[in-house]
């Protein structure tokens, strides 16, 4: 697993996305999709990519009931986040999960209105 994290860590565009105030994001959703597409048939990759989303999620429900005082969103399971990341980065090549992820809490929050 150490292996296959380090090589996630050296792929372009992979380890962090730059804002004007330094580091804005970082981990494996930061990718391209296209990066995300390449790798996902690899299991243990693709669970790397899954766990980074559930933590964003989670951060993103966390955040967002903190600002708001709204009930946090469900989220879903680790396989339809992945079938979720699967087919928005198939649709999106150029994007990145990162961007598919925020999508997905945004759908979540709709739904639960």
């Excluded at 580091?23 to 299991?43: F, P, R, V």
């Amino acid at each position: 697993m150490l292996i296959i994290v380090a090589a996630i860590a050296t792929m372009p565009g992979m380890g962090f996305a730059q804002s004007s105030a330094g580091q804005a994001l970082s981990g494996a959703g930061t990718a391209s999709c296209g990066q995300y597409i390449e790798h996902s048939a690899d299991k243990d990759i693709s669970d790397l990519f899954v766990s980074w989303a559930q933590g964003f999620l989670s951060g993103m429900n966390v955040a967002d009931h903190a600002a708001t005082n709204r009930g946090f969103v469900i989220l879903p399971d680790s396989a339809s986040i992945k079938a979720y990341l699967d087919k928005y980065c198939r649709e999106n090549p150029l994007e990145s999960p990162v961007k598919g992820t925020i999508l997905l809490f945004k759908e979540l929050q709709a739904r639960g209105k």
